[in-house]
């Protein structure tokens, strides 16, 4: 009998933990989701993520045989999704293992449609940032490290590179020194950007140590959210700060 009434009392205490628990979970769940519906400033900005080359168009070759374009799509996705999860609106140039260039276009013109169609999709957009997503290629030389390429058309664009270069440095690479670049009229999409652009070489995939590590999911998702950070930071900064705020929308 005593144990009968101990395992009721047990049964009955453990259902009324679980309704609490219930409870509580969706009582937060319904906060958080509540919170969700108040659009953080930083949050209006449009995100435009670019996984550099694809279809015909494979990209550098790394030392294990890896394309460029694999490797770009596979970090650009889970750039993209963390950017989603934090509640910014992204839009994708791909998603899949594709060109952009248009189906009736010239041969000979095929990369310049493609790069075109890129940054149509960019510039449809007043208030957004453009990250295009590359991996780097130096012949004959044991080069490492993620290095930002950085649009002239506006200030900011720099802003955003330097918090890459500097956040990946901290978080990721404490032996990278490499600095920003001004991109050249040789990058097309960071020439033409009409918002704040940049262009992130994540590593050297002709260095046979890095390219290894770059084919890891484990490195993708470490590098993403490295990139994320820092961005996340500099915007949400500069969007609390009414003098930078109007840089972005
Ligand atoms: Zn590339």
Known sequence: MFKKWSFL??????VAISLLFSTLSFSFFKNSMDLSTNTMPYEECVIVIDAGHGGIDGGATGTNGVTEKDLNLAVASKLAALFRMTGYTVIETRTSDCSLA????????????????????SNQYPKSVLISIHMNTYPGVDCSGLQVWYSQNNDLSAELANAVQGGVKSMLQPQNNRKIKAATSSIYLLRHAENPAILIECGFISNVEECEKLTTEIYQKELALAIFASLHKKMQNDTCDNTKRMLYY
Do not use: E, M, P
């Not at 009392?9 to 453990?14: A, D, M």
């Open 102 to 121: 248009d189906t009736d276009a010239k041969k000979g013109h095929v990369k310049q449609s493609d790069l075109t169609n890129r940054l149509k999709i």
């Open 9 to 14: 009392s047990f049964f009955s205490l453990f």
